[in-house]
């Protein structure tokens, strides 16, 4: 199977978040996306950004045009969540957003009505309907399919950095997982997702891709879940790991950090040389410790098995591309990185709320929905709950 690689400007940047939609009083999970997306499809049909609807009825997704900078897709995002606003406001429906909600049940929510969503919960059955899951999806221009699939296996080294900054699914159907992220381990159950498999080059991939749509697997490469993919229809890598970040300035972070890992990764392979790489047993490895540790846990970072808190090795590596943050006009946003390290990230703070709150998990939803909204910091939120 010949697959093009559409052509994309280098390191150009696309965003995607997916966003709960809640009862503002509540904070129980609502199906009121089908009607939201109605009335906002019909005041944004000539903006740069698209809202969209997602496999529940509780969920809209806003994704961004090409930025040619992290900036330009943020403001897209940002515009998005306006015209959303505009709508939900007089609806008594807030957005929200982490990788789970905190105590919403599967069998409450709504199927949308589209003929990909029904063949997916036929075929996967009690997984997919227990795909309560929200993410964000980066993506990143490559100049050249035959740097897709080396830069997608050197990304999977930083698997385990990206998924630990974006952790924020410590809870799943009211109860307490002792996982970071147990969004990781809930996605990957269904067909085709997952870490990406190992190939060499941009070849092999068209051959997964023949056996995958020869033997029914999937129909075509939009059915490739892998937590990093190659994208060809849009001419990027797409970094899918992550759980969906709770702030926009932490979306910001992640797509910085994206962005200026698939810089570097292409101009090592300019120069002729070798990209970072580890094992599958270690990729495996490294993603489940991610998962259950945070930004807490210790990774395997090269192909000798040398292991480092993944913190410190975030930090080493933010120290190597600094310079090309600079270059390419994200040094703000990628600043962002270190916010992330000082606060533990989504996870920790929800689980600093609910403590607060002794176990409440309605305190920890309405917490979401202020950080969506840009409201009290945790400190101050804190400190009101103890009052």
């Known amino acids: ?53 997602e496999l529940l009825t509780n969920t809209v997704e806003v994704t961004s045009g090409v930025g040619h900078t ?65 993410g964000i999806h980066v993506h990143v221009g490559v100049d050249d399919a035959d740097k897709v699939i080396p830069i997608v296996n050197a990304l999977t080294v930083f698997l385990p950095h990206l998924q630990a900054l974006s952790a924020s699914s410590p809870f799943w159907a009211g109860e307490r997982t002792g996982y970071a992220s147990n969004r990781a381990l809930v996605f990957q159950q269904l067909p085709t997702a997952g870490l990406p498999w190992q190939l060499d080059r941009w070849e092999d991939f068209e ?35 992550c759980d969906g970040m709770s702030t926009l300035p932490e979306l910001a972070a992640v797509a910085a950090l994206a962005q200026t890992l698939v810089e570097r990764f292409s101009r090592i392979l300019d120069a ?51 310079d090309i943050a600079v270059e390419l006009k994200c040094a703000r946003e990628f600043a962002g990185l270190e916010t992330i390290l000082a606060t533990g990230g989504s996870s920790a703070r929800q689980l600093a709320v609910a403590e607060a709150a002794d176990g409440d998990l309605r305190a920890v939803v309405q917490h979401l929905i202020r950080e969506f909204r840009g409201g009290p910091t945790l400190r101050e939120h804190l400190a009101a709950l103890r009052v």
């Not at 505009?86 to 049940?105: I, N």
């Not at 891709?209 to 994208?231: H, K, N, Q, Y």
């Not at 489940?288 to 990774?299: I, N, P």
Request: charged share 30%; with cysteine.
């Open 1 to 53: 199977m010949r697959l093009p690689f559409a052509p994309s400007a280098r390191s150009s940047v696309g965003l995607e978040w997916e966003l709960m939609l809640a009862d503002r009083e509540t904070g129980d999970l609502v199906p009121r996306a089908p009607e939201i997306l109605e009335l906002v499809e019909e005041a944004t049909a000539h903006e740069r950004f698209t809202v969209t609807g």
């Open 70 to 134: 992290v900036a330009e897709a943020v403001d897209d995002i940002a515009d998005a969540i306006g015209a959303l606003r505009e709508q939900t406001e007089p609806r008594g429906v807030e957005m929200l957003c982490a990788g789970s909600h905190p105590f919403a049940q599967w069998y409450d929510q709504e199927v949308t009505d589209k003929t990909r969503y029904h063949k997916l919960i036929e075929r996967t059955q009690w997984w997919g309907r227990n795909m309560m899951i929200w």
């Open 272 to 322: 002729g040389g070798e990209l970072p790489g580890i094992p599958p047993w270690y990729a495996r490895e490294n993603k489940w410790r991610a998962a259950r540790y945070g930004l807490d846990a210790r990774v395997i970072v090269d192909r000798q098995g040398t292991q480092l808190p993944v913190r410190d090795h975030l930090r080493a590596t933010m120290e190597e591309l600094a």
């Open 207 to 241: 051959e997964y891709l023949d056996d995958m749509v020869r033997t029914g697997v999937m129909a075509d490469a939009s059915e490739v879940r892998w937590d990093i993919r190659p994208a060809p229809r849009w001419g990027t890598v797409e970094i899918r790991a």
